[in-house]
């Protein structure tokens, strides 16, 4: 089996009470979303905030529960059972955008590392402990005998995504899921945290869902792209097809949002120019419709996902040459 993990039409809706009204909205947070991970793969989710991204990540960990659609992991469905559960948490990880917020600060390196293994009551404490050391000295924090017995607020900002990779990596996980792992921390570490995470990539044969806005680090990790606009996947396909060569007006706005350290940027003309949303039911027809600039009649009606090229799908009705 090529696949580690497989979403299959998954929904997810919340309703918002506005305060001091009996006044409710709906959110469609996650739409009829499909896709599929390979082993050893880095498969990214990109959008601008909330599109839904982290609420995906959210449901195949079962952290919420979805309103419809399966969630494969190793070739089995992931339910609300215990055994299932047990599983995805087992062999399933996530690194938080914030690695601050995502520790407990009055716990040491060593406990924070070492809770997964406690959880889930793996080896004895000697064990454990040359378990802690090891993840420390896989994710490059020297001398990992020192770390261990600091608290998050001793560490730096990479320091500290280090540490939430080396929790990760701790119960030797199958899937990690990065939730913009990099986007919190200077410009000189990021490059050093996804060449980390690549080498442990390659030395474990982990897989990866690396979430992210930013398409400039994304073309630098992965291998498929599935782009989200409103709880909806709108385009999808090899990295570099769709980003060398975008169809949905958004994917290039997308693109035309990257800053490239090129003073002639200065004068570039962006392809696609976003519109002011107008006043309509975003969940009528196509929900980029309110901003397109392409907009016609037809995109009051919603868009499949049609695949195009053989290998890529897209959901728009007005493809771009």
Same mark, same amino acid.
């Given at each position: 089996?090529? %696949?580690?993990?497989?979403?299959?039409?998954?929904?997810? +809706?919340?309703?918002?009470?506005?305060?001091?009204?009996?006044?409710? =909205? &709906?959110?469609?947070?996650?739409?009829?979303?499909?896709?599929?991970?390979?082993?050893?793969?880095?498969?990214?989710?990109?959008?601008? =905030?909330?599109?839904?991204?982290?609420? !995906?990540?959210?449901?195949?960990?079962?952290?919420?529960?979805?309103?419809?659609?399966?969630? +494969?992991?190793?070739?089995? %469905?992931?339910?609300?059972?215990?055994?299932?559960?047990?599983?995805?948490?087992?062999?399933?990880?996530?690194? *938080?955008?914030?690695?601050?917020?995502?520790?407990?600060?009055?716990?040491?390196?060593?406990?924070?590392?070492?809770?997964?293994?406690?959880?889930?009551?793996?080896? /004895?404490?000697?064990?454990?402990?040359?378990?802690?050391?090891?993840?420390?000295?896989?994710?490059?924090?020297?001398?990992? %005998?020192? !770390?261990?017995?600091?608290? #998050?607020?001793?560490? =730096?900002?990479?320091?500290?995504?280090? &540490?939430?990779?080396?929790?990760?990596?701790?119960?030797?996980?199958?899937?990690? +899921?990065?939730?913009?792992?990099?986007?919190?921390?200077? &410009?000189?570490?990021?490059?050093?945290?996804?060449?980390?995470? *690549?080498?442990?990539?390659?030395?474990?044969?982990?897989?990866?869902?690396?979430?992210?806005?930013?398409?400039?680090?994304?073309?630098?990790?992965?291998?498929?792209?599935?782009?989200?606009?409103?709880?909806?996947?709108?385009?999808?396909? #090899? !990295?570099?097809?769709?980003?060398?060569?975008?169809?949905?007006?958004? /994917?290039?706005?997308?693109?035309?949002?990257?800053?490239? #350290?090129?003073?002639?940027?200065?004068?570039?003309?962006?392809? !696609?120019? +976003?519109?002011?949303?107008?006043?309509?039911?975003?969940?009528?027809?196509?929900?980029?419709?309110?901003?397109?600039?392409?907009?016609?009649?037809?995109?009051?009606?919603?868009?499949?996902?049609?695949?195009?090229?053989?290998?890529?799908? &897209?959901?728009?009705?007005?493809?771009?040459?």
């Amino acid at each position: 089996m090529d %696949e580690i993990l497989s979403v299959q039409n998954l929904r997810k +809706i919340f309703v918002k009470k506005q305060i001091f009204s009996s006044k409710t =909205s &709906v959110v469609r947070a996650v739409d009829d979303v499909s896709f599929s991970v390979k082993k050893g793969d880095v498969f990214v989710l990109a959008g601008e =905030s909330g599109s839904g991204k982290t609420t !995906i990540a959210r449901l195949i960990l079962k952290a919420i529960p979805a309103d419809e659609g399966k969630i +494969i992991f190793q070739g089995e %469905e992931i339910t609300d059972d215990e055994k299932s559960l047990k599983k995805i948490r087992m062999q399933c990880h996530m690194i *938080q955008q914030d690695p601050y917020s995502s520790i407990n600060p009055r716990m040491k390196v060593s406990e924070i590392i070492s809770e997964p293994l406690e959880i889930h009551n793996v080896g /004895t404490q000697k064990e454990r402990e040359k378990a802690v050391i090891d993840a420390l000295r896989e994710v490059r924090l020297e001398p990992p %005998e020192e !770390i261990v017995k600091k608290y #998050p607020h001793m560490l =730096s900002g990479g320091q500290r995504q280090r &540490v939430v990779l080396a929790r990760a990596l701790i119960l030797k996980p199958k899937l990690i +899921i990065a939730d913009e792992p990099v986007s919190m921390l200077d &410009v000189s570490i990021r490059a050093e945290i996804l060449e980390l995470m *690549q080498e442990l990539q390659n030395k474990h044969g982990i897989s990866y869902i690396y979430i992210t806005h930013d398409l400039s680090t994304a073309r630098y990790v992965g291998q498929k792209i599935a782009i989200m606009y409103m709880g909806k996947i709108v385009e999808t396909g #090899p !990295i570099n097809d769709v980003l060398l060569h975008p169809k949905h007006p958004y /994917t290039q706005a997308l693109i035309d949002a990257i800053s490239e #350290p090129d003073p002639d940027n200065r004068f570039k003309e962006k392809k !696609i120019r +976003i519109n002011e949303p107008l006043d309509i039911d975003v969940y009528q027809g196509c929900r980029f419709r309110a901003r397109c600039p392409y907009a016609i009649e037809k995109c009051k009606e919603d868009p499949p996902l049609e695949e195009i090229d053989g290998n890529r799908k &897209v959901s728009c009705f007005v493809k771009l040459e």
